[in-house]
């Protein structure tokens, strides 16, 4: 049963959060926010066992690295994850690599040189 109407005038802003805090993804007071117990497993090895694995925690203030039978290697917080993912996505990736484009043509290249090389190796013997 509803309380009196001053009852519910007071409870809107509480109610209100709530159904915010369902919506962008956090469930409620019980639920983690969003970010938090997100994880990862990668870099297979071994017969498709995973190397490494990545959990969020702390809130999702965290995010934790490390590797079976070895546990847990490093932990970063979120400002210095967000810099390592700048470096390496924009930095690295993209500056450095071209998404991947640079790097294929100077080892096109580099194969070109050794194969020359090779051939006048032979040639000159």
Known sequence: ????KGDTKR???DRLDRFVMRV???GDLRESPPGDRLSIDFGEID???QMYYARTDNDGFEI????PGVGWKAFYRMPDALTLAR???WDWWIVATWCGLRRKI???S???VVTRRASRAIRDE
Do not use: D, E, K, T
């Open 110 to 112: 580099l194969h070109r």
């Open 47 to 49: 017969g498709n066992r």
């Open 1 to 4: 049963m509803r309380g009196a």
């Open 24 to 26: 962008v993804g956090g």
């Open 87 to 89: 470096f390496i996505l």
């Open 64 to 67: 934790w690295l490390g590797s």
């Open 11 to 13: 409870h809107w802003p």
């Open 106 to 108: 100077w080892y096109s």
